[in-house]
T-cell receptor
Framework: RKEVEQDPGPFNVPEGATVAFNCTYS??????FFWYRQDCRKEPKLLMSVYSSGNEDGRFTAQLNRASQYISLLIRDSKLSDSATYLCVVAGGYQKVTFGTGTKLQVIP | DAGVIQSPRHEVTEMGQEVTLRCKPI?????LFWYRQTMMRGLELLIYFNNNVPIDDSGMPEDRFSAKMPNASFSTLKIQPSEPRDSAVYFCASSSTRYNNEQFFGPGTRLTVL
């Protein structure tokens, strides 16, 4: 089983739609969780950290479920500019992080 | 700050040649990471340093790969000899425990080995 698993997609959604991605992780001792965004042929950039209590940043909401070992990202009112690959990141001790292979989102006009 | 700087941005070389990738982390960051990204395998952590000391190199694919960090502002990833299967985008990233461990990535080096 991979350490971090994501549905590669692509998710093709119309503008204004709500879309959700899930990511599962295998190491129950994982400590930190993040969502990164990567545009085509660009470097990954931090979208948001994921806290146990869940957190929201504008149209983006991230949730963590430790019992089931998954994290989620919800995007409301999708914009064309949201089209990108979303990478789930799980970190253990000593800064070691594992990236998922990413979920591709395409928002359609 | 200029962000993480990588050079070269593109490298095309022939099988068997030595390749050296360079990285300058963000000033003040105490962690530096080298990643490789391919379509098949996604983003893989190769090695990371803390205060210039290698902490975990278990992701380095084989002895052909080596990485050094002689000082806080410079790191290299060397492949010798290079092979076509090494073709990928290589990213360098840096982070600081003072800033929530967010990793800042450089623009990457796109390596093609013919």
């Amino acid at each position: 089983r991979k350490e971090v698993e994501q549905d590669p997609g692509p998710f093709n959604v119309p503008e204004g739609a709500t879309v959700a991605f899930n990511c599962t992780y295998s190491n129950s001792a994982s400590q930190s969780f993040f969502w990164y965004r990567q545009d085509c042929r660009k470097e990954p950039k931090l979208l948001m950290s994921v806290y146990s209590s869940g957190n929201e940043d504008g149209r983006f909401t991230a949730q963590l479920n430790r019992a089931s070992q998954y994290i989620s990202l919800l995007i409301r009112d999708s914009k064309l500019s949201d089209s990108a690959t979303y990478l789930c990141v799980v970190a253990g001790g000593y800064q070691k992080v594992t990236f998922g292979t990413g979920t591709k989102l395409q928002v359609i006009p | 700050d200029a962000g993480v700087i990588q050079s070269p941005r593109h490298e095309v070389t022939e099988m068997g040649q030595e390749v050296t990738l360079r990285c300058k982390p963000i000033s003040g960051h105490d962690y530096l990471f080298w990643y490789r990204q391919t379509m098949m395998r996604g983003l893989e952590l190769l090695i990371y340093f803390n205060n210039n000391v290698p902490i975990d190199d278990s992701g380095m694919p084989e002895d052909r790969f080596s990485a050094k960090m002689p000082n806080a502002s410079f790191s290299t990833l060397k492949i010798q000899p290079s092979e076509p299967r090494d073709s990928a985008v290589y990213f360098c990233a840096s982070s600081s425990t003072r800033y929530n461990n967010e990793q800042f990535f450089g623009p990457g080096t796109r390596l093609t080995v013919l």
